[in-house]
Nanobody, 124 residues
Framework: QVQLVESGGGEVQAGGSLRLSCAASGRTVSSYHMGWFRQAPGKEREFVAS????????FYADSVKGRFTISRDNDKNTVYLQMNSLKPEDTAVYYC?????????????????WGQGTQVTVSS
């Protein structure tokens, strides 16, 4: 079973950047497709980005496309989310999770191994 720990969150002004990391232990992250999700207060958890096992396939939510980049370093057992041009509406707790299915998906119900999350706050 894999354990995930997110880090890199913080408070930034609109237009700023952050790089989130998701470090895995217990099992190699290369076994999984990986996803980033976020949850704002009073809202459901939503898909942000996902990446295939080899890193060659990526998907993004329309709201972050062109601003966020998901990547992975299987040698370091870590997945990243580079967030640029941040907006106040990006404020949320960000989570990473694993999917062991055949294809890369967006539905958070298809993911598991959730970390504790890292808070991102974007001020205007």
């Amino acid at each position: 079973q894999v354990q995930l720990v997110e880090s890199g969150g913080g408070e930034v002004q609109a237009g700023g950047s952050l790089r989130l990391s998701c470090a895995a232990s217990g099992r190699t992250v290369s076994s999984y497709h990986m996803g980033w999700f976020r949850q704002a207060p009073g809202k459901e958890r939503e898909f942000v980005a996902s990446i295939g096992r080899g890193g060659g396939i990526t998907f993004y939510a329309d709201s972050v496309k062109g601003r966020f980049t998901i990547s992975r370093d299987n040698d370091k057992n870590t997945v990243y989310l580079q967030m640029n041009s941040l907006k106040p509406e990006d404020t949320a707790v960000y989570y990473c999770a694993t999917n062991s299915g055949l294809i890369v998906v967006r539905d958070p119900k298809r993911y598991g191994g959730w970390g504790q999350g890292t808070q991102v706050t974007v001020s205007s």
